[in-house]
């Protein structure tokens, strides 16, 4: 993807916010429809921007993989409150003016998490990875070159473009190892989380009410000294 692909993804994201907020969330009319009135008239707009979230997500993943876990991290808090929203508009309920209140409320945070990962989306674009910028200006010019490639062109140009496809062949091999790399770390952080979550804190009593082995050997002694 070029840099004009993505600075296009932003508009389009940051566009279906505002709309979104003006059109759907700002007022009191669609706390007045009916869950599956409600989802009609959202329906598009929140599937695109869904879409377009993980869309532009794959591309900050690729600019800045340095930031994958506040990236990765964003991104969820988007999701979450659009399933729910979803999911409480399908769901049956006996007050269903109660219910579009709700799932308002939570795309409401959808939309808040997203102005979020849009300003993060920005920061990336100012500040991408200086390594992948080199790969993708190179792989630009190795593109280029495929097309010259059909060209007749001077020896010592030639030569160039053979020196760059061999510097390209090892980018490629190194990002495979880059891409190799990033999903272990990925694993690696899912297996913390698992064991971090196994933790509970101590009772007072399991933390206070049991004595050191120390303090019961030195009882131990005193005991027999009286004795």
Not at 23 to 44: C, D, K, N
Not at 156 to 185: C, G, I, P, S, W
Request: charged letters at 35%.
């Amino acid at each position: 993807m070029s840099m004009e692909d993505y600075d296009k993804r932003i508009a389009e994201f940051e566009e279906l916010l505002q709309r979104l907020a003006t059109e759907i969330t700002s007022g009191v009319l669609f706390e007045r429809l009916s869950p599956s009135e409600l989802w009609e008239r959202a329906e598009r707009s929140v599937m695109a921007l869904r879409s377009l979230s993980e869309k532009l997500v794959e591309t900050m993943l690729i600019l800045k993989p340095e930031r994958t876990p506040t990236i990765e991290r964003q991104f969820r808090a988007i999701l979450q409150p659009l399933n729910s929203f979803r999911e409480i508009l399908f769901k049956k309920t006996e007050d269903p003016l109660a219910s579009s209140k709700q799932a308002l409320e939570h795309l409401r945070k959808a939309l808040m998490e997203g102005s979020d990962l849009l300003q993060l989306a920005k920061s990336i674009r100012k500040e991408p990875s200086k390594s992948i910028m080199e790969i993708l200006k190179l792989r630009e010019v190795y593109q280029a070159k495929e097309y010259l490639s059909t060209l007749p062109v001077p020896e010592t140009l030639y030569l160039r473009f053979v020196n760059l496809r061999r510097q390209m062949e090892n980018l490629t091999f190194h990002m495979a190892n880059l891409e190799k790399a990033l999903e272990d770390v990925r694993a690696s952080l899912d297996i913390v989380q698992n064991e971090i979550s196994k933790f509970r804190p101590a009772s007072a009593g399991e933390a206070g009410g049991k004595e050191s082995e120390p303090t019961l050997l030195r009882r131990e002694k005193q005991s027999k000294l009286e004795f």
